[in-house]
């Protein structure tokens, strides 16, 4: 079945880095834009970043960029977040999903991961 | 950016209500608008696509409306399995999320 798994996530101090992965199954990963999102304790969802099925576009929200670095690996169907210069405020779960449909960019999320819970503390 | 406003934050229901969540975008965007469910503890689980359409495997209960700047998710008689908290989402221009509706039992 179609399915993505987080891992990576974790405690780290006001300035530090930490790598997200997402794994992806039951469908033709490299078909698929992917994105992260985010949902910060008792609030609601944040959409992180885009990342087009071949890589060749990526878009973040204001909030990570230039701190956070979407990629992917489609010969090992995963899904990657660097976030680096981490504060306070990025603090939640971070969620992978895939878009609805193949080759698209702007279309609704149809799966999503378990997420991942990041918290960053000193 | 295109800011989305769902009304109300908090809705009390019984079993068996008709309930109406409202979503309203900052600037017109077509019918390019999802909505979500989403659970304590869980994933969000995507309900309706474009506006109106219902994603394979939902009940029918669930319907989507609307177009431009004014959006509905109308759940036609609330069931147990419904309380949960429901998002929507733009993707005219980026992505952007409403603030949610958490529907609870009266």
């Known amino acids: 079945q179609v399915q993505l798994v987080e891992s990576g996530g974790g405690v780290v101090q006001p300035g530090g880095s930490l790598r997200l992965s997402c794994a992806a199954s039951g469908f033709t990963f490299s078909s698929y834009g992917m994105h992260w999102v985010r949902q910060a304790p008792g609030k609601g969802l944040e959409w992180v970043a885009f990342i087009r099925y071949d890589g060749s576009d990526k878009y973040y929200a204001d909030s990570v960029r230039g701190r956070f670095t979407i990629s992917r690996d489609n010969s090992r169907n995963t899904l990657y977040l660097q976030m680096n210069s981490l504060r306070a405020e990025d603090t939640a779960v971070y969620y992978c999903?895939?878009?609805?449909?193949?080759?698209?960019?702007?279309?609704?999320?149809?799966?999503w991961g378990q997420g991942t819970m990041v918290t960053v503390s000193s | 950016d295109i800011q989305m406003t769902q009304s109300p934050s908090t809705l009390s229901a019984s079993v068996g209500d008709r309930v109406t969540i409202t979503c309203r975008a900052s600037q017109s965007i077509s019918t390019w608008l999802a909505w979500y469910q989403q659970k304590p503890g869980k994933a969000p689980k995507l309900l309706i696509y474009k506006a109106s359409s219902l994603e394979s495997g939902v009940p029918s209960r669930f319907s989507g409306s609307g177009s431009g700047t004014e959006f509905t998710l109308t759940i036609s008689s609330l069931q147990p399995d419904d309380f949960a908290t429901y998002y929507c989402q733009q993707y005219n221009s980026y992505w952007t999320f409403g603030q949610g509706t958490k529907v609870e039992i009266k």
């Open positions: 999903a895939k878009l609805r449909a193949a080759g698209t960019t702007w279309d609704a999320f149809d799966v």
